[in-house]
């Protein structure tokens, strides 16, 4: 299988898996649901590298750092449960699961799985977005949407659309269910890696808030703040954020 098929298959089983556990936990407190979620997802995604990839590292959100990352010619990032918050709140569809892989220097696969929506978006070739809407609509955090994304609103006359995990705000830009994605509040690797090589192959534009490129497989895994948005909101978004 290609390492596109590879992402777009362990997204979609690992989301299957959480949807079980879900299931399975529907009467355990919100906290139990979150721990079990991360550790199942994360424990199927690391054997099912194993047994695919075994010659590749992996970095993952759920698992200590390993250095022999940094001399890896290619570095699966996952994230194997975006939006546990989400997750653990029974009826909410804004939560995901990230897989991406990096190979010298760049994000070459990737695969977003919504699986509470029945949704994975992959490379090579998501569907590109439809056209835009009159107002653009820049989504946010539900619970703390960054002051900037609040500047970028005023500054293109749009309109704010609330929602859960960063994978799951990427995906509605995608999608065409939003417009701009401008996040500054503190993320990791794992948090935008498939996101974004997702973002780029369906044609928007990604970079960090002062327009400089995302770079990934790091010493340090924080990406603090980035802008997904279809390309042609990109010099207006960045004239405000950089």
Same mark, same amino acid.
């Given at each position: 299988m290609s390492d596109h098929e590879v992402a777009a298959r362990l997204a979609t089983e690992a989301g299957r898996l959480l %949807?079980?556990?879900?299931d399975e936990l529907a009467d355990a407190t919100e906290a139990e649901r979150k721990a079990a979620g991360d550790k199942r997802s994360h424990d199927y995604l690391i054997d099912a590298l194993a047994?695919?990839?075994?010659?590749?590292?992996? %970095?993952?959100?759920?698992?200590?750092?390993?250095?022999?990352?940094?001399?890896?010619?290619?570095?699966?990032i996952v994230d194997p449960l975006d939006g546990t918050r989400e997750f653990s709140e029974l009826g909410r569809k804004d939560w995901a699961v990230h897989v991406a892989l990096w190979q010298s220097g760049e994000l070459v696969a990737g695969a977003v799985a919504l699986p509470a929506q029945g949704?994975?978006?992959a490379t090579p070739d998501p569907a590109p977005p439809p056209e835009p809407t009159d107002k653009p609509r820049i989504i946010v955090s539900r619970t703390r949407p960054p002051a900037i994304a609040l500047q970028v609103r005023d500054h %293109?006359?749009?309109?704010?659309?609330?929602? !859960?995990?960063? !994978?799951?705000?990427?995906?509605?830009?995608?999608? !065409?269910?939003?417009?701009?994605?401008?996040?500054?509040?503190g993320q990791y690797e794992w948090d935008s890696a498939a996101p974004v090589a997702v973002a780029r192959a369906a044609g928007l534009h990604t970079s960090r808030m002062d327009g400089s490129p995302l770079q990934y497989n790091?010493?340090?895994? %924080?990406l603090p703040d980035l802008v997904v948005c279809r390309p042609e909101f990109a010099e207006a978004v960045l004239a405000v954020t950089g």
């Amino acid at each position: 299988m290609s390492d596109h098929e590879v992402a777009a298959r362990l997204a979609t089983e690992a989301g299957r898996l959480l %949807l079980a556990v879900r299931d399975e936990l529907a009467d355990a407190t919100e906290a139990e649901r979150k721990a079990a979620g991360d550790k199942r997802s994360h424990d199927y995604l690391i054997d099912a590298l194993a047994r695919e990839r075994p010659d590749d590292a992996v %970095l993952s959100e759920e698992a200590a750092d390993n250095p022999i990352r940094l001399r890896s010619e290619r570095v699966w990032i996952v994230d194997p449960l975006d939006g546990t918050r989400e997750f653990s709140e029974l009826g909410r569809k804004d939560w995901a699961v990230h897989v991406a892989l990096w190979q010298s220097g760049e994000l070459v696969a990737g695969a977003v799985a919504l699986p509470a929506q029945g949704v994975t978006l992959a490379t090579p070739d998501p569907a590109p977005p439809p056209e835009p809407t009159d107002k653009p609509r820049i989504i946010v955090s539900r619970t703390r949407p960054p002051a900037i994304a609040l500047q970028v609103r005023d500054h %293109l006359n749009g309109t704010l659309v609330e929602m !859960g995990s960063a !994978g799951a705000k990427v995906a509605a830009v995608v999608q !065409g269910l939003a417009d701009v994605y401008v996040h500054a509040g503190g993320q990791y690797e794992w948090d935008s890696a498939a996101p974004v090589a997702v973002a780029r192959a369906a044609g928007l534009h990604t970079s960090r808030m002062d327009g400089s490129p995302l770079q990934y497989n790091r010493p340090d895994p %924080l990406l603090p703040d980035l802008v997904v948005c279809r390309p042609e909101f990109a010099e207006a978004v960045l004239a405000v954020t950089g």
